[in-house]
């Protein structure tokens, strides 16, 4: 078998892009997948929303650096990833909440996030016909947007085999070659890949893969659950966040946005995590995030739900994704962990591992970066826009 200078392993939001960007670099890299195609996994259960608007300042940094790729893309590359420009608006209803995002505003602004606090009048305008009652306003994020998932790994599947990059469907990884304290090889079902550098990117499964060179990744998948419309006339400009728990007792906060093709697309956080790799729909979906969004936007009654779905939030204990080189094996790196938000993440972890792995350092604050890194203690957190 040829020999390349990268494996990546995981064809999903963060494997695509880091396999575009190392090749751009001009390195031979080779991605094998377990499923038959790109974007197979987590990324086509995805929303598509794509916010630098995050409470943690690594995650407001890559994903600046994501929605540059994403809001380009078109331009650059003649493919349109379903991008729309519209924003996170986190509408608020009570003082202590309020308080809240004002104080996270001033921080987020020091880390570069285009985002204000904006009056109840321009967020009834934004989301018309939204719950008047009791609005104080809410923060918003105009350079925040979306995009399609499906189309956002296929650009980059074009772009990275336009680059050399190779692609291996249907292999399952059955081992990680580890001789002398150095990475060596891939080992997959149909195959052994000798490389000099592996990028781990498995998502839900990076725990087994860690496993087989003898690291612990401390990833464990829940399940959030997610559903579509049918296209209405564009009416609904940013995603929206509601960060109040539900009324029912069995959600925390609950999204919604309206995509380029005018699909009303929404999801809630379940209070208690639903660990596991389950990902069949369940009854209880459908009239609990429906309530809450005819709750708050009441216009959306007479909507037709054309299907809903079950994705994985690969899980760390505290909240935090792993982007860090692997001390003790040389040429093993890993990214994993995205906690949900390996989508909009994706892009910009891709820039950042590409540079770890070639220059020694990320292209944003290595101190920012430095909370991504494996060997941190993980101690339970919270992220206050999780």
Known sequence: MPSYDVVVIGAGSVGCPSAYFLARRGLKVLMVESRPACGQGQNKAAIGGVRATHSDPAKIQICRQSLD???????????????????????????????????????????????????????????????????????????????????????????????????????PVTDLVVESSRICAVVTTKARYPAKMVLVAAGAKAKAIGAMAGINLPVTPDSHEAGITAPVAQFIGPLVVDLRPGPEGRTANFYFGQNNEGQIIFCYTPKKPLVGEDRRPTSEFLPIVTRRLLTLLPRLRNMVVRRTWRGLYPMTPDGVPICDRIEGIDGLFVAVGMCGQGFMLGPGIGMNMTSVMLDGHPEIDPDVFASLRYDRSYEAGHEALK
């Open 69 to 171: 790729v994403f809001s380009s893309w078109k331009e650059e590359h003649g493919f349109d990833l379903g991008w729309k420009k519209g924003g996170y608006c986190f509408p608020v209803y009570d003082e202590r909440l309020e308080q809240t995002l004002k104080n996270l505003v001033e921080a987020q602004q020091r880390y570069g996030l285009n985002i204000d606090w904006v009056d109840a009048d321009r967020v009834k305008d934004m989301v018309p016909g939204i719950e008047p009652r009791g609005l104080r306003g809410g923060t918003f994020s105009p350079d925040d947007g979306q995009v399609s998932p499906l189309l956002a790994s296929e650009g980059f599947r074009r772009a990275g085999v336009a680059l050399g990059v190779e692609y291996r469907f249907n292999e």
